[in-house]
């Protein structure tokens, strides 16, 4: 078990996990069973300059983009059945994430979840529950860290679950747990994508 986290709180991944080199991000959610429609919910990454903004669109790692061009961050799959259910520890989506490949100019990794045509289907956070991110060690499959999102998120659509980025030559992880209305095209204009209707 890693080190359970609290909003805002981070922990250093190298003190964890020394000699780590590349991490997966497991992300996990259950749809209440009230929810009506089936639930899609959507792992994303941004990979962010200082200034919290992309450098291009190929930062930006999703379903319809499952790796950077230097293979950096990878996605491992879009899961459309929205919850894994009494699947227990199974990740629903999960994130690879070579350390040692990040660009020098990429301070910091946003990994988030949106739920997909939430408007049309008139579906947001409140209707989701269990949701948590875990950091583990590509190597040995060792969990390091992991938050549990307890709040309730009525009208978001959109989550930064959590963060990697850099301090002081190390990697650390955040719990983040900040969500956004507007779905995926809201959180994409707030990191520098440009998006087309």
Same mark, same amino acid.
């Given at each position: 078990?890693?080190?359970?986290?609290?909003?805002?709180?981070?922990?250093?991944?190298?003190?964890?996990?020394?000699?780590?080199?590349?991490?997966?991000?497991?992300?996990?959610?259950?749809?209440?069973?009230?929810?009506?429609?089936?639930?899609?919910?959507?792992?994303?990454?941004?990979?962010?300059?200082?200034?919290?903004?992309?450098?291009?669109?190929?930062?930006?790692?999703?379903?319809?983009?499952?790796?950077?061009?230097?293979?950096?961050?990878?996605?491992?799959?879009?899961? =459309?059945?929205?919850? $894994? /259910?009494? &699947?227990?520890?199974?990740? *629903?989506?999960?994130?690879?994430?070579?350390? +040692?490949?990040?660009?020098?100019?990429?301070?910091?990794?946003?990994?988030?979840?949106?739920?997909?045509?939430?408007?049309?289907?008139?579906?947001?956070?409140?209707?989701?529950?269990?949701?948590?991110?875990?950091? =583990?060690?590509?190597? $040995? /499959?060792? &969990?390091?860290?992991?938050? *549990?999102?307890?709040?309730?998120?009525?009208? +978001?659509?959109?989550?930064?679950?959590?963060?990697?980025?850099?301090?002081?030559?190390?990697?650390?992880?955040?719990?983040?747990?900040?969500?956004?209305?507007?779905?995926?095209?809201?959180?994409?204009?707030?990191?520098?994508?440009?998006?087309?209707?």
């Amino acid at each position: 078990m890693g080190v359970q986290l609290k909003k805002g709180a981070n922990v250093s991944l190298i003190k964890e996990a020394p000699g780590l080199k590349a991490i997966l991000v497991g992300l996990g959610w259950d749809a209440r069973a009230t929810a009506g429609a089936d639930f899609d919910l959507d792992a994303s990454a941004f990979l962010l300059r200082d200034d919290g903004k992309t450098r291009r669109d190929t930062d930006f790692v999703f379903y319809g983009n499952l790796t950077t061009p230097d293979g950096t961050v990878e996605h491992t799959g879009d899961n =459309l059945t929205g919850g $894994g /259910g009494d &699947e227990g520890d199974q990740d *629903d989506e999960a994130i690879k994430i070579d350390l +040692e490949k990040v660009p020098p100019d990429i301070a910091r990794i946003a990994v988030t979840v949106s739920i997909y045509d939430a408007e049309k289907r008139h579906q947001n956070f409140g209707m989701v529950s269990n949701a948590y991110i875990r950091v =583990l060690d590509q190597a $040995g /499959g060792k &969990e390091i860290a992991r938050f *549990d999102l307890t709040e309730d998120m009525s009208t +978001e659509t959109a989550m930064i679950f959590g963060e990697v980025y850099r301090h002081q030559g190390n990697w650390k992880f955040k719990a983040v747990g900040q969500g956004f209305t507007g779905g995926l095209m809201a959180m994409c204009e707030h990191f520098g994508i440009e998006v087309s209707d």
